[in-house]
Nanobody, 123 residues
Framework: QVHLVESGGGLVQAGGSLRLSCAAS??????MGWFRQAPGKEREFVGG????????EYADFASDRFTISRDAVENTLDLQMSRLKPEDTAVYYC??????????????????WGQGTQVTVSS
């Protein structure tokens, strides 16, 4: 049974930084990702990683401000966010799946989800 727990959310001023962490337990995870969902909007892809190859993929809005890092020993997936903007305000979710994916950005492809952590960026 895969279990994901996010931490690190909070309130930050625009231009600031925040680091989210996802602690994963369970076996068979091959792909992990971060998604976010703002009120009234669909869940959207932030970034992901294929654990075997280390290949990373980012959404366009995240490619120059966000960085995903994986600690295989601690079994965590971090999301370092910098130069945050008010439009980054959302609940951020960690996701994992036991399959390999050619594209990491489809939320429906992920079986396991964390409970989410709120990120609020004030202007």
């Amino acid at each position: 049974q895969v279990h994901l727990v996010e931490s690190g959310g909070g309130l930050v001023q625009a231009g600031g930084s925040l680091r989210l962490s996802c602690a994963a337990s369970g076996r068979g995870i091959l792909t992990m990702g971060w998604f976010r969902q703002a009120p009234g909007k669909e869940r959207e892809f932030v970034g992901g990683i294929s654990l075997g190859s280390g290949r990373k993929e980012y959404a366009d809005f995240a490619s120059d401000r966000f960085t995903i890092s994986r600690d295989a020993v601690e079994n965590t997936l971090d999301l370092q966010m910098s130069r945050l903007k008010p439009e980054d305000t959302a609940v951020y979710y960690c996701a994992a799946d036991g399959s390999l994916m050619s594209s990491l950005n489809e939320p429906r492809a992920y079986e396991h989800w964390g409970q989410g952590t709120q990120v609020t960026v004030s202007s």
